[in-house]
């Protein structure tokens, strides 16, 4: 089972994620390679498995359909272990040797078995014992072509429609030489379901307070960094157009010197509700 680092130990099975069903979920998938590397330890609540790849039965009983043999799973240690982590290293101990040969022009398998001979000549090997699991009989290589097909152009198409921020903004302030610019990131660079909000007068202006609010997001959580700094999260779970507002206020003279209501529609993840609307250009 997989759970955040923060949470409690003891934390029962029914509040983590079941790795094993994740395997099932990616194993299904119409691709020729499943590349799954598990950089964690492994604590005593796994269901046992057999040789195969994730042959665990899902919780409802019922098996994914059209299983495919293209899997490899590798986890960076062996059940009821712990995984090395040396600090100032970004990976873990099995994954840092494993980063030193995933570019070169070699089968998966040449490539991993590169990977843990390297491993068995560090001081802390003896710390973890890495496992690999197989169910794929063809001999792939990372460095494969992408082979371009109807699918792939329709996870580019469903990626591209979730992927996309709102336009930054500047508006400006009166008939005074300044701007307010309302500016949108990702809070990760990989995940969808949180953004960050910015609001700024350039140029600065001092004394005026910049207050950046969420006015509409419903199902969704909004963090105050500061008054000008706001991130939301849970973009998955919203179920309402995302509108901010934006307040220039003068403290010396106490009172509001500009305001402006932004919406934002359904951006990154949020958006997925609309995905069979997107038309698909080959």
Not at 65 to 91: F, K, L, M, W
Not at 162 to 177: A, D, H, M, W, Y
Request: with cysteine; hydrophobic share 35%; glycine share 4%.
């Amino acid at each position: 089972y997989i759970q955040p680092v923060d949470c409690d130990d003891n934390a029962p099975a029914d509040d983590c994620v079941c790795f094993q069903e994740i395997v099932e979920e990616i194993r299904a998938a119409p691709c020729s390679l499943n590349l799954i590397m598990l950089d964690a330890c492994r604590d005593t609540r796994e269901l046992p498995s057999s040789s195969a790849v994730g042959s665990t039965l899902r919780i409802n009983g019922a098996r994914p359909q059209h299983i495919r043999r293209s899997t490899i799973v590798v986890y960076a240690t062996s059940p009821c272990t712990s995984a090395v982590e040396v600090d100032g290293h970004p990976n873990g101990l099995f994954m840092e040797h494993f980063s030193k040969h995933v570019g070169e022009t070699a089968s998966v398998h040449e490539v991993i078995l590169r990977s843990l001979k390297d491993f068995e000549r560090h001081k802390l090997a003896s710390m973890q014992v890495p496992v690999v699991k197989y169910d794929i009989p063809g001999d792939h290589s990372l460095s494969d072509p992408i082979i371009d097909s109807p699918l792939y152009y329709e996870n580019k198409r469903l990626w591209l429609h979730i992927s996309r921020l709102p336009q930054n903004r500047k508006f400006q302030v009166g008939v005074t030489e300044h701007t307010l610019h309302v500016e949108f990131s990702c809070e990760k660079e990989v995940f969808c379901n949180s953004m960050v909000v910015v609001a700024s007068v350039v140029p600065h202006i001092p004394n005026v307070h910049v207050d950046l609010r969420t006015v509409e997001c419903r199902g969704g959580t909004v963090l105050r960094h500061s008054s000008s700094v706001v991130t939301v999260c849970n973009l998955q779970s919203v179920t309402s157009q995302v509108c901010f507002n934006v307040v220039l206020r003068d403290l010396d003279l106490g009172r509001t010197l500009y305001h402006r209501n932004i919406n934002c529609g359904w951006p990154l993840v949020s958006a997925w509700r609309f995905r069979d609307s997107v038309i698909c250009i080959d």
